[in-house]
């Protein structure tokens, strides 16, 4: 039934009925006088039979298809009645010519359409959904992109759980508790009656004896100090720093774990760090927070990291309390100009002639390490304010160094900078920049002045 017209087989004056009322309908216009004299007013060349019922099969493909592919419901209805107007005019004038031909156009047509046409439309659907639809955004997809640890939490209460059975009361006198991907737990305690190190880890057959040597610390944490820690919320933040320090799947490490343990001196801070790539952690503190450093491993940035990280701790910008800055980029190959706390992680280590305190280092993705102030600080002549570097500053002394040694485009991000007196010159010369671009064994290292002129080559 189309356009509200009974199509069933009959000779050609019918079919000619039902097309020229369907094209009376369907164009809007006048519908006055019979159907038959509609016909002769826009009668077409007939083709010959057989090509007439091949080109209907086509057509009904065609429209099948096209309308499957169309945006609107009005579009797919002005294709489909045009390709049964058209299929109408094309059977009924093969069934004109031949009877053979109606016959097989009237029997052909709809098995097409109801069979091979569904097929066609189910490809051209799909395909479209496949090609044409906008890719999910990033972080829509379910699926980690760096592997973590699983079941982190779980695998926590079960160490602790074990810590009380090595001894009584033993996860209130933790030393280290560390999760491995590979499913592995192992527990470290004080023994508070003689000072020893308990240890004890899982494998396939279960948890191993307990192991007892000397203890060389005496920093712990309890089961209490834990009650807010969850490592499944801080695995998603972790996974995000790591993305925007720019660990990937070629960078992640392939033992990833959690080490939940006191950190070393100054601060002895207890932290639950997050191994993603060979020489990076991600740590988090017993609230589940990230440190704000994620950004001191880029030259572009570091200064913002180090900016935040001195108020933090009181120190003023604008006051000559500054006796170096050192900064060492995350990008693979980069090499520090001098001996430094970053020499060999990266990030920005800050050293103070005075103030209220002598050392900060700012390694990306760790709590900052502040060291308070020595007894014999003392204002140099050679100090500097913070607020004295900008990244305008060093990017314009990036861009001269790159340009003097002929450096590489992907180099840009493969750099270190000191900021303060170089070694082994007159004093008088006062506070430097100096940089590196690229590997040590580029030799792409050069002095500047604080107003960027260039001094000389070398890193002395």
């Given amino acids: 039934m189309v356009a509200g017209f009974d199509f069933r087989l009959g000779p050609p004056e019918v079919w000619a009925h039902g097309y020229a009322l369907v094209k009376c309908r369907f164009s809007g216009g006048p519908c006055e006088g019979s159907a038959a004299e509609y016909a002769d007013r826009v009668s077409m060349p007939s083709p010959k039979p057989a090509v007439a019922v091949a080109v209907a099969v086509i057509v009904a493909l065609g429209a099948f ?15 489909v009645v045009a390709g049964a107007v058209t299929v109408v005019w094309l059977v009924r004038s093969a069934s004109a010519h031949s009877d053979a031909a109606g016959l097989t156009g009237i029997a052909v047509v709809p098995i097409v359409m ?13 395909s479209t959904d496949s090609f044409g639809a906008d890719p999910p955004p990033a972080g829509a997809d379910d699926t980690s992109v760096l592997e973590l640890v699983a079941d982190a939490d779980t695998r926590l209460r079960a160490g602790l759980d074990h810590a009380d059975a090595m001894i009584p009361g033993g996860s209130a006198h933790l030393l280290a ?11 470290t305690v004080l023994n508070p009656t003689n000072g020893k190190r308990m240890y004890a880890s899982t494998s396939s057959a279960g948890w191993s004896e307990v192991s007892t040597s000397a203890a060389y610390t005496r920093v712990t944490f309890s089961r209490a100090d834990l009650a807010r820690l969850n490592l499944a919320d801080a695995s998603r933040k972790v996974e995000a720093a790591a993305r925007k320090i720019g660990v990937d799947d070629e960078h992640q490490s392939s033992s990833p774990g959690i080490m939940i343990a006191p950190r070393s001196r ?26 704000d450093t994620v950004d001191a491993g880029s030259m572009d940035t570091m200064l913002d990291a180090a900016s935040r990280a001195l108020k933090a701790n009181r120190v003023p910008l604008h006051q000559r309390t500054l006796r170096e800055l ?6 693979d190959g980069a090499s520090s100009i001098s001996a430094t706390s970053v020499q060999n992680s ?9 103030g209220p305190v002598s050392e900060i280092t700012l390694v990306p993705g760790s709590f900052p390490a502040v060291r308070p102030p020595a007894e014999w600080a003392r204002l140099q002549d050679t100090s500097f304010a913070f607020s004295s570097i900008t990244t305008d500053l060093l990017n314009r002394i990036r861009d001269d160094a790159m340009k003097r040694f002929r450096s590489p485009a992907y180099d840009r991000e493969v750099v270190a900078v000191r900021v303060g007196h170089a070694p082994g010159t007159d004093r008088d010369e006062g506070t430097t920049v100096t940089i590196r671009v690229g590997p040590s064994s580029a030799d792409a290292a050069a002095i500047y002045t604080m107003t960027g002129e260039h001094l000389r080559d070398g890193t002395w």
């Fill in 326 to 331: 050192q900064f060492m980029s995350l990008a």
């Fill in 65 to 79: 298809s096209l309308a499957s592919l169309a945006d609107s419901l009005a579009l797919r209805l002005v294709v």
């Fill in 346 to 354: 990266g990030g920005v280590e800050l050293e103070f002639d005075t």
């Fill in 114 to 126: 109801l069979a091979v046409g569904t097929t066609v439309v189910t490809i051209a659907s799909s």
């Fill in 266 to 291: 100054p601060d002895n801070k207890v932290v639950a760090t997050f191994t993603v790539s060979s020489d990076l952690g991600i740590e988090v503190d017993l609230n589940g927070d990230l440190p």
């Fill in 177 to 187: 508790v560390d999760l491995r991907g590979d499913d592995a737990i192992s527990v």
